[in-house]
């Protein structure tokens, strides 16, 4: 099966700039996740949505990130400004979304790594 | 509060030898626990499951709820098994995974 896909691969910007990611999912999975992988820690989940519904945001920095998943399929996750902090890999992943609690696989995309100079 | 920690961040053995990536979680209720593995230059993947109890390239994981550990082991590593390994949590609700720091583990010739 067709994997998930993300753009671009790299991302380098100036501090303050805006950015942006893309995310097209495996089709038929309901449930798509953005991920923040900092170097030398594990991904982080900023946002999880359910369809075209955000099922959890608490850790997504408001105040400058921002993310929307149109029509249930692809996302999108941009910041603006950026920060030197938010040099990071960013990870999209999905999953089928209708299994049990625990039951679910989670296939993660190839990642976009950013850099905030 | 939901955490997992992974004490070691690089563990090197030698072909052959025995492996264990150590595990421990923070959560109070019925934890859901899973090793994620990702191999050089490839994409972040699932390795298994605690609720299949199964065993994916010899590596076997046990919940010990007592003391809130789930750590991955295999009786003998092989050079391909080098890759970073997490251990994720999946609490209540809606799926969402936490994840631990990650394990290199470096297995030598």
């Known amino acids: 099966e067709a994997g998930v896909a993300q753009s671009p691969r790299y991302k380098i910007i100036e501090k303050r700039q805006s950015v942006a990611f893309w995310c097209n999912p495996i089709?038929?999975?309901?449930?798509l996740y953005w991920y923040q992988q900092i170097l030398g820690q594990g991904p982080k989940l900023l946002i999880q949505f359910q369809n075209n519904g955000v099922v959890d945001d608490s850790q997504l920095p408001k105040d400058r990130f921002s993310a929307e998943r149109l029509k249930g399929v692809d996302s999108t996750l941009k910041i603006q400004p950026a920060k030197l902090e938010d040099s990071a890999v960013y990870l999209c992943?999905?999953?089928f979304g209708q299994g049990a609690r625990g039951d679910e696989k989670l296939f993660f995309g190839s990642g976009t790594q950013l850099s905030v100079l | 509060a939901q955490r997992v920690t992974q004490p070691e961040k690089l563990l090197s053995v030698f072909k052959g030898a025995p492996v264990e990536l150590k595990c421990n979680y923070s959560y109070s209720g019925s934890p859901e626990l899973f090793w994620y593995v990702q191999y050089s230059r490839q994409r972040l993947q699932l390795l298994l499951r605690?609720?299949s109890r199964e065993s994916i390239k010899g590596f076997t994981a046990d919940l010990n709820k007592g003391e809130t550990s789930f750590h991955l082991k295999k009786p003998f590593a092989q050079e391909e098994d080098s890759a970073m390994y997490y251990c994720?949590?999946?609490?209540?609700?809606?799926?969402?995974?936490?994840f631990g720091a990650g394990t290199r583990l470096a297995v030598h010739p």
């Open positions: 994720a949590l999946m609490p209540g609700g809606y799926n969402k995974l936490i």
């Open positions: 089709s038929g999975h309901a449930t």
């Open positions: 605690h609720i």
């Open positions: 992943a999905s999953s």
